[in-house]
C-alpha cells in the first residue's frame, strides 16, 4: 500500500471510520509482526512472550487508543514503537518479580534458561530506566533509540519518523548507545 493509501486510512480511522479499520489492518498487522520479529530474534530461545502475542497486544492498544489523530505512517508506527517498548518492559517486570519469589514456583539448578530469561528481563529493565532518564535530558536521543532498538527501524526509517536526516540520525544514535551503555555500566558497578 502506498504511503498517501495508508496515511489516509489512518486519518479516516481517526474519525471512527470502521471501513478504514477493516482494511488497514492487515497492512499494520504485518508491519507490527515484522517489527515483532525482528526484536524477538535478539532474545533468548526460551523466552516467555513470544512475538506473535506482542503483535496482538501491541496492536490491541493500538486499535483501544482514543482521540489519536495519526498523522501518517511514520507517526503510527513510532506509537507503536512506544506501546511495544511499554510492553516489553511490564513483561520484563512481571517475569522479574514471579522470579523473585511473587508466586512462581522454586526453580530447579537445572532451569539455567530460567536465570538466563532472568538477566535479561533485568537488562532491559535497566535499559529502561537509562532511556527514562535520557529522555528527560533528549527527548529525540530517547526516540531515535525507541524507534531502533524497540521497533526495529532502520536509519532511513527513524529519520522519516522524526523528520531529521539519516545522519543526524546516526549521528545521535551513536551518542545515545554511549551514553546508555555509560549509564547502565554505573548501575552494574
Do not use: C
Not at 12 to 41: C, I
Not at 48 to 59: C, F, H, I, K, S
Not at 119 to 133: H, K, P, Y
Amino acid at each position: 500500500m502506498t504511503e498517501p493509501n495508508l496515511t489516509q486510512l489512518l486519518v479516516n480511522w481517526s474519525k471512527g471510520d470502521r471501513a478504514a479499520l477493516d482494511d488497514l489492518t492487515p497492512v499494520v498487522y504485518d508491519e507490527l509482526r515484522r517489527l515483532a520479529n525482528y526484536y524477538m530474534r535478539r532474545q533468548s530461545p526460551d523466552h516467555t512472550l513470544q512475538a506473535t502475542a506482542l503483535v496482538n497486544e501491541v496492536y490491541l492498544k493500538l486499535i483501544d487508543a482514543q482521540n489519536v489523530n495519526w498523522r501518517d505512517r511514520a507517526h503510527f508506527f513510532a506509537v507503536a514503537a512506544r506501546a511495544m517498548r511499554q510492553i516489553l518492559i511490564d513483561h520484563a517486570r512481571s517475569h522479574r518479580y514471579a522470579k523473585r519469589g511473587g508466586g512462581a514456583r522454586k526453580v530447579e539448578i537445572e532451569e539455567a534458561a530460567a536465570v538466563i530469561a532472568q538477566e535479561q528481563a533485568s537488562d532491559l529493565i535497566a535499559l529502561d530506566d537509562a532511556l527514562e532518564r535520557l529522555a528527560a535530558l533528549d527527548s529525540r536521543k530517547s526516540q531515535i533509540v525507541e524507534l531502533r532498538f524497540f521497533a526495529g527501524l532502520n536509519i532511513e526509517e527513524t529519520a522519516e519518523v522524526l523528520k531529521i536526516s539519516g545522519p543526524t540520525v546516526q549521528r545521535e544514535w551513536r551518542m545515545a548507545k554511549a551514553w546508555l551503555h555509560r549509564q547502565i555500566s554505573k548501575e552494574d558497578t
